[in-house]
């Protein structure tokens, strides 16, 4: 079992940075696979940014080159660095982990969620 705990979020002009972290316990993040997802107002989640565990990342098409994700096993943690915000990345932002998570996009364990707010 894994818990997993988002921090970082808050308000932010557009064009400012933000850096989300995700810290578990439980077990090693190591092991898995680990996503960032977003829910803005009226839409539904989607899965911003993936990294799998052995490095390889994905992320969705408005995001790319703005957005970065990294994982510190030594810390147990992953991270979503996000630059050039826009009011539309406004969004509750959720980490997930899970096993081969990354070619199915199903994700086992869930954080809580952050809110992230841009304005313009």
């Known amino acids: 079992q894994v818990q997993l705990v988002e921090s970082g979020g808050g308000s932010v002009q557009a064009g400012g940075s933000l850096r989300l972290s995700c810290t578990a316990s439980?077990?090693?993040?190591?092991?898995?696979?680990v996503g960032w997802f977003r829910q803005g107002p009226g839409t539904g989640r989607e899965l911003v940014a993936a990294r799998s565990r052995i490095g390889a990342t994905d992320y969705i098409q408005s995001v790319r080159g703005r957005f970065t994700i990294s994982k510190d096993n030594a810390e147990n943690t992953v991270y979503l660095q996000m630059n050039s915000l826009k009011p539309e990345d406004t969004a509750v932002y959720s980490c997930?982990?899970?096993?081969?998570?990354?070619?199915?996009?199903?994700?086992?364990?869930w954080g809580q969620g952050t809110q992230v707010t841009v304005s313009s």
């Open positions: 439980g077990h090693p993040l190591s092991d898995y696979d």
């Open positions: 997930a982990a899970g096993i081969n998570s990354f070619v199915r996009s199903e994700y086992q364990y």
